[in-house]
């Protein structure tokens, strides 16, 4: 049974109050916050958010809401901000923390995400706040996803750096940021550093060699540079005899060595996430012969693997020259693959302990491309939770995805031009699927609306832990009015799922 939503808390009420005050002056927000209890502060914090989100980028955010936001949201005892979600793209957002952020004086992680970071009139606004944040001696953790624009000058990079010198600083994320030989020697004199992020920095292979031997407690660092990770050149140079603590490797295309030959000097390496583009580099024997080779190694347990472009019918032949890696794979992108169909993805299918599949733009055939079809697995996908499917959808491809796959937490699938029937959803009436915590679908109904939304009530009421269903705008043949009784069948029995 679908669960309920709880009954409105008193805190929750005088929340809302609050906010609703707040908003009508400017002036009141200080003195109001004043009368909010600390441990109340980041909840209101969120329903302001929720607010923020409905004005447009092209409408002006109003002082009272930024000013309520930021006081929130930001504090003396703030131990994390995340400038993550859409509301700080807004330049008044970003022009209010960077001076709210001086009363923080506990901060520990500090994240901006690219949707923040990529526009070149926040750049200045962001790395004001960076330099006040690295400043402090509480700090440990600080990932600016993409930093070309906001560490654009090597002298703005080395100052960061050597404002760190006095923290113990753990985790430091900051791909595209310039540096020069300054930046590198102040890099190293962070000797607390366990993660390391430095792609797309211009770096030579010395200085990552460098880093190895002088950032001694590293169990992360990723340096790609166009289609190579320079680490893997960095750690074949070093002696055999030196012991790195890398736990997790990048690797930006097949490597082009035995990984077995770098086992002595990588003993804790447990993480391996690959990339291949088959435009790039093709197919051959020698790409085969490493991929085969990462299930050889004893320390490694997990491989994360990122393919685009490539056929699936030689997966199948692939598939098992890999025996010992396939155990280890956990995660699967597939990007613009060709020849789709549940035979090609069955050996993928076999794969014991996959938890994530993503297939992106794919060239879905069907049945009259094989002289004689294949028997599949009985038991597809036995330990898949996440499923990110967009592109054509078939009706066979339909069914070995989602019959019986039991364990999955997330389903996305935008196929806004394929039609399908109705009678497919019944999968996940006929074996509930008690994890399912988020099933967002884009399609075309082939026949009845009128049906389709009767089969999502019911997934609805057999999922005990769903939480979001959507995007109802893609439902294609579907009524609105339809759609809208679900959601008031939703209200009317209390239900704590949101629809959108």
């Given at each position: 049974?679908?669960?309920?939503k709880?009954?409105?808390?008193?805190?929750?009420?005088?929340?809302?109050?609050?906010e609703?005050?707040?908003?009508?002056s400017?002036?009141?927000?200080?003195?109001?916050?004043?009368?909010?209890?600390a441990?109340?502060?980041?909840?209101?914090?969120l329903e302001v958010?929720?607010?923020?989100?409905?004005?447009?980028?092209?409408?002006?955010?109003p002082?009272?809401?930024?000013?309520?936001?930021?006081?929130?949201?930001?504090?003396?005892?703030?131990?994390?901000?995340?400038?993550?979600?859409?509301?700080?793209?807004?330049?008044?957002?970003?022009?209010?923390?960077?001076?709210?952020?001086?009363?923080?004086?506990?901060?520990?992680?500090?994240?901006?995400?690219?949707n923040?970071?990529?526009?070149?009139?926040?750049?200045?606004?962001?790395?004001?706040?960076?330099?006040?944040?690295?400043?402090?001696?509480?700090i440990?953790s600080?990932?600016?996803?993409?930093?070309?624009l906001?560490?654009?000058?090597?002298?703005?990079?080395?100052?960061?750096?050597?404002?760190?010198?006095?923290?113990?600083?753990?985790?430091?994320?900051?791909?595209?940021?310039v540096?020069?030989?300054?930046?590198?020697?102040?890099l190293?004199?962070?000797?607390?550093?366990?993660?390391?992020?430095?792609?797309?920095?211009?770096?030579?292979t010395?200085?990552?060699?460098?880093?190895?031997?002088?950032?001694?407690?590293?169990?992360?660092?990723?340096?790609?540079?166009?289609?190579?990770?320079?680490?893997?050149?960095?750690?074949?140079?070093?002696?055999?005899?030196?012991?790195?603590?890398?736990?997790?490797?990048?690797?930006?295309q097949?490597?082009?060595?035995?990984?077995?030959?770098?086992?002595?000097?990588l003993?804790?390496?447990?993480?391996?996430?690959?990339?291949?583009?088959v435009?790039?580099?093709?197919?051959?024997?020698?790409?085969?012969?490493?991929?085969?080779?990462?299930?050889?190694?004893p320390?490694?347990?997990?491989?994360?693997?990122?393919?685009?472009?490539?056929?699936?019918?030689y997966?199948?032949?692939?598939?098992?020259?890999?025996?010992?890696?396939?155990?280890?794979?956990?995660?699967?992108?597939?990007?613009?693959?060709?020849?789709?169909?549940?035979?090609?993805l069955?050996?993928?299918a076999?794969?014991?302990?996959?938890?994530?599949?993503?297939?992106?733009?794919?060239?879905?055939?069907?049945?009259d491309?094989?002289?004689?079809?294949?028997?599949?697995?009985?038991?597809?996908?036995?330990?898949?939770?996440t499923?990110?499917?967009?592109g054509?959808?078939?009706?066979?491809?339909?069914?070995?995805?989602?019959e019986?796959?039991?364990?999955?937490e997330s389903?996305?699938?935008r196929s806004p031009?394929?039609?399908?029937?109705?009678?497919?959803?019944?999968?996940?009436?006929?074996?509930?699927?008690?994890?399912?915590e988020?099933?967002?679908?884009?399609?075309?109904?082939?026949?009845?609306?009128?049906?389709?939304?009767?089969?999502?009530?019911?997934?609805?009421?057999?999922?005990?832990?769903?939480?979001?269903?959507?995007?109802v705008?893609?439902?294609?043949?579907?009524?609105?009015?339809?759609?809208?009784?679900?959601?008031?069948?939703?209200r009317?029995?209390n239900?704590?799922?949101?629809?959108?």
């Open positions: 049974m679908a669960r309920r709880q009954s409105p808390t008193l805190r929750g009420l005088c929340i809302k109050a609050v609703k005050l707040a908003l009508r400017a002036e009141m927000t200080t003195e109001l916050l004043k009368l909010v209890p441990n109340c502060l980041d909840l209101l914090g958010q929720r607010s923020m989100a409905t004005f447009s980028r092209n409408t002006s955010m002082s009272s809401l930024t000013n309520l936001f930021i006081e929130s949201s930001v504090n003396s005892w703030s131990k994390e901000i995340n400038l993550t979600e859409d509301v700080y793209t807004d330049i008044s957002v970003l022009t209010s923390l960077q001076l709210r952020i001086r009363i923080c004086e506990k901060l520990e992680v500090f994240r901006a995400s690219r923040v970071t990529s526009q070149s009139d926040r750049a200045n606004n962001i790395l004001q706040i960076l330099k006040h944040v690295s400043n402090l001696q509480s440990r600080i990932h600016i996803e993409d930093a070309h906001v560490l654009s000058d090597s002298e703005d990079s080395l100052e960061v750096l050597e404002l760190l010198q006095k923290s113990s600083i753990r985790e430091l994320r900051i791909p595209g940021a540096l020069n030989d300054q930046s590198i020697e102040a190293l004199r962070l000797k607390q550093l366990r993660c390391l992020n430095l792609d797309n920095s211009k770096t030579s010395l200085q990552v060699v460098q880093i190895l031997s002088g950032l001694t407690r590293l169990v992360d660092l990723s340096v790609i540079w166009g289609r190579t990770n320079r680490v893997l050149p960095a750690v074949s140079s070093l002696p055999s005899s030196i012991k790195l603590n890398i736990n997790t490797l990048l690797l930006r097949p490597p082009g060595l035995q990984l077995e030959e770098l086992q002595s000097r003993p804790a390496l447990h993480h391996v996430h690959l990339v291949w583009n435009h790039e580099v093709g197919y051959s024997t020698k790409i085969d012969e490493s991929l085969a080779s990462l299930g050889n190694i320390s490694i347990k997990q491989i994360s693997v990122e393919i685009s472009t490539i056929n699936l019918l997966v199948i032949q692939l598939m098992p020259k890999l025996s010992s890696t396939a155990i280890k794979i956990t995660s699967l992108e597939l990007t613009e693959v060709e020849f789709l169909h549940p035979a090609s069955d050996p993928i076999t794969l014991p302990n996959l938890k994530s599949l993503s297939i992106i733009n794919p060239g879905v055939i069907g049945d491309m094989f002289f004689e079809l294949p028997e599949l697995t009985d038991n597809p996908f036995p330990s898949l939770q499923i990110v499917y967009e054509e959808m078939s009706s066979v491809l339909f069914t070995f995805l989602f019986k796959t039991y364990q999955l389903i996305q699938v031009t394929s039609v399908l029937e109705p009678e497919l959803f019944n999968y996940f009436i006929v074996e509930p699927r008690k994890k399912l988020s099933f967002k679908i884009e399609l075309v109904v082939e026949s009845s609306g009128e049906l389709f939304i009767s089969i999502l009530e019911q997934i609805i009421l057999l999922s005990p832990n769903l939480r979001t269903l959507g995007n705008n893609g439902f294609g043949n579907v009524s609105p009015v339809k759609i809208e009784e679900l959601k008031r069948i939703v009317e029995q239900l704590d799922v949101e629809i959108y």
